[in-house]
């Protein structure tokens, strides 16, 4: 059932109806410049990660500041966005299912879509899928740069996979894929790029034993909110593929230098009880906000702090006697933006305390 739309243009935010999943415009688009120009002396090119957003209005918003494309995760996520008119996409992950090959394969029609592999059996299901549309689909190998869930041994397996490719009539090698997710959030910077400087070295030596074998390597991709600077410096990213940057989370903040990007996404909230000595109730539980990376944040309270959830109530801590009245609306900042978004089917986009926008989260549930 589709979400009723919680708010309309020109409402104040107070009068949102809650739950609901607010953007900050003015926080949101600062993420978005500043992204752009942090990478624009690098020569990297952005390619942001859609599984974050979930949402081809934010696509051609990040497009229009220089991104080169979009990534997703699954093929339902690569449909939303090619027919909200993105035309370049990058599923970065292993597809096997022949019918969800079939399916990618149709998007080919309407733009470019490319997608990754780490065994030579996934190289022969897309082919096969390839050579029944009659396509010719651009494939990346994914190494496994230190994060220990996909991707083949860099070197002379990655190299032995991108030669199986190059060699199809129905496949072109588009690149490596190199994403390193678990140095994201290790919360000293010395941790971060003690990973990324090991992720590059073996991104490097695979690239070099590729052009010995006469291929070139056109895409590099990988990096995250909390890295790309230094596989942008590195000389051997080509793409980056931050998700998190346009909005931000709790989780992203705790790291030890923060990225520079402000908090643009919330979860607004309302309380519904007062009753308890101590405590407050907010009508936003685990239905309404993830809590895999920990409890969200109250906005701007400090004397607030949001303690437990259960499915449909979240509990909030009186720490300093300054409790919120019964029907006052409170920001949260969610610990994980990515599956806190997919709860949502609308963005309420507000500025200067007034709704300004409503955007659907188009590829909301996006699992097949």
Same mark, same amino acid.
């Given at each position: ?7 309309? @243009?020109?409402?104040?935010? *107070? ?18 410049? =500043? ?6 002396? =690098? ?43 993105? @035309?370049?996409?990058?599923? =970065? ?5 022949? %019918?969800?090959?079939? %399916? ?8 470019e879509v490319?997608?990754c592999v ?8 897309? *082919? ?13 190998? *994914? ?25 199809? %009539? ?18 000293? /910077? ?6 990324? $400087? *090991? ?60 990225? /520079? ?6 979860v607004l ?8 000595? $101590? ?5 936003? $539980? ?52 990515? /599956? ?19 955007? /659907? ?8």
């Amino acid at each position: 059932m589709l979400q009723h739309p919680p708010a309309e @243009p020109g409402m104040r935010e *107070e009068d949102i109806d809650t739950p609901a999943l607010v953007i900050d415009l003015d926080a949101f688009e600062h993420n978005l410049d =500043t992204m752009a120009a942090l990478l624009a002396p =690098t020569g990297a090119k952005l390619r942001a990660h859609a599984k974050t957003h979930k949402s081809s209005v934010i696509a051609k918003l990040q497009m229009a500041r220089g991104a080169v494309g979009q990534c997703v995760q699954k093929v339902a996520e690569a449909e939303a966005l090619a027919w909200g008119g993105i @035309p370049d996409i990058l599923v =970065t992950n292993q597809v096997v299912s022949p %019918r969800k090959l079939a %399916r990618l394969a149709a998007l080919a029609r309407i733009a470019e879509v490319a997608v990754c592999v780490d065994d030579a059996a996934q190289i022969a299901l897309i *082919e096969a899928a390839a050579e029944a549309a009659g396509l010719r689909l651009p494939v990346l190998v *994914e190494i496994d740069v230190g994060m220990a869930r996909g991707g083949v041994e860099h070197g002379p397996p990655a190299v032995a996979l991108a030669e199986r490719i190059a060699a199809s %009539r129905h496949l072109r090698f588009g690149g490596l894929q190199a994403y390193h997710g678990s140095a994201q959030h290790r919360r000293g /910077p010395e941790e971060r790029a003690v990973a990324i $400087g *090991e992720a590059v070295a073996r991104s490097r030596r695979t690239v070099e034993q590729l052009r010995q074998r006469g291929l070139e390597c056109p895409i590099v991709g990988g990096a995250g909110t909390g890295t790309f600077r230094h596989e942008a410096a590195s000389g051997v990213y080509t793409e980056i593929q931050a998700g998190s940057y346009c909005f931000m989370d709790a989780d992203y903040a705790a790291n030890e230098d923060a990225p /520079p990007f402000r908090q643009s996404l919330f979860v607004l909230s309302q309380v519904m009880s007062t009753a308890g000595p $101590g405590i407050a109730v907010l009508d936003c $539980g685990h239905k309404g906000v993830s809590v895999d990376s920990g409890m969200p944040q109250v906005w701007q309270r400090p004397g607030l702090r949001y303690a437990g959830a259960s499915d449909e109530h979240g509990k909030i801590v009186i720490e300093d006697g300054s409790a919120p009245a019964l029907g006052e609306k409170l920001r949260l900042v969610p610990g994980h933006c990515d /599956p806190t978004v997919d709860r949502y089917d609308w963005y309420v986009g507000v500025r200067k305390g007034r709704v300004e926008c409503l955007w /659907p989260v188009s590829a909301r549930g996006g699992m097949a």
